[in-house]
């Protein structure tokens, strides 16, 4: 069996996954849409939780959205976007100002709540352009599809088609790198014709061009192949795979700023999140869309270039390894 009957077996069983097709046909145009929507609706005020056993309050600030709560949010409803910033009342007209967006926000806040400055709020929201908010939400989404296609391979190994695929003379790199090439085609093509058919046949703009909104997405798309390449090989039971990717690719996307951006927050949250290459394609996006030079983000590329091979040479040195021992 060559690496064209492997695709073909592929795509005949893919049709059968009604999930995977409803995903990639429907949810992802809809999500693009949505996306589009929220962009051109974005907010200039402030969501703040003022923290207080004290609700008599009386703030005139068109750029604040005060929620008077008894109790602080869960760190995950910042992370979320339900609020911008926590402000704690510490009982003495003194207050503590917590917040993940930027450290402009949080001295600002500072000034206008301890200091009684007024200030000018609506320069502090971190914004970003269509093109990066479409990227971003796109990113959680096509890391689960991904995980989903991959799934061919532990199912492979399960059902024992990998080992006799193995005996057929096929090497377990070119079965792997089959599986990896079915899995970006299927991720890419359907979403980037979504994308050309919002922006040429409705004349939507998405913040960037197509060449350079196809480039940004081909390399999401193989990063997310890679790293459920790795997955899959490291786990053996298919289910557990499921979840414990479903739950990884959730916090790689909150803390990435898929969902709500995050600017300058501090340095140990900067040092954390930068780890994560995710978070590289959308700084590149996002400077791009503000007219900034490809050439400003080569450490990002270079960076975002080689996790991505670690992880695919990673993956197939991991499988080959099962398959010495036997355990493939």
């Known amino acids: 069996m060559n690496i064209l009957k492997i695709l073909k077996n592929n795509f005949y069983r893919i049709i059968e996954k009604k999930s995977i097709i409803i995903l990639a046909f429907i949810i992802i145009p809809i999500m693009i849409i949505a996306s589009i929507i929220v962009s051109d609706n974005s907010e200039t005020v402030e969501h703040i939780a003022l923290v207080s056993r004290d609700f008599n309050y009386s703030i005139n600030n068109d750029q604040l959205d005060i929620h008077l709560l008894a109790e602080q949010p869960k760190l995950y409803e910042l992370i979320l976007g339900d609020y911008d910033a926590v402000v704690i009342d510490d009982g003495n007209r003194q207050f503590n100002i917590q917040t993940i967006q930027s450290k402009e926000l949080k001295s600002n806040l500072n000034e206008y709540f301890n200091h009684n400055v007024k200030m000018d709020f609506s320069k502090d929201k971190v914004k970003r352009g269509i093109g990066t908010n479409t ?183 991991i499988t080959q390894k099962k398959v010495n021992l036997g355990l493939y």
């Open 135 to 317: 990227l971003g939400y796109l990113v959680i989404v096509i890391l689960f599809e991904s995980i989903l296609l991959m799934s061919l391979y532990p199912e492979d190994r399960e059902c024992g088609s990998f080992r006799r695929i193995l005996i057929s003379n096929v090497k377990t790199k070119n079965y792997l790198f089959a599986q990896c090439l079915f899995n970006f085609v299927l991720l890419f093509v359907p979403t980037f014709l979504t994308v050309v058919i919002i922006n040429k046949i409705f004349n939507i703009y998405l913040g960037l061009n197509l060449t350079v909104f196809s480039l940004l997405f081909i390399g999401i798309c193989i990063f997310s192949v890679a790293l459920s390449l790795v997955l899959t090989s490291l786990i053996k039971n298919l289910n557990t795979c499921i979840s414990i990717s479903g739950g990884m690719y959730a916090f790689l996307g909150l803390f990435s700023g898929c969902i709500v951006p995050f600017n300058n927050t501090s340095k140990i949250f900067d040092i954390v999140t930068d780890i994560i290459p995710i978070k590289g394609f959308l700084i590149i996006s996002q400077g791009l869309e503000n007219g900034i030079s490809i050439s400003m983000y080569v450490e990002q590329i270079i960076y975002i270039t080689i996790c991505t091979v670690v992880l695919y040479v990673a993956g197939i040195i």
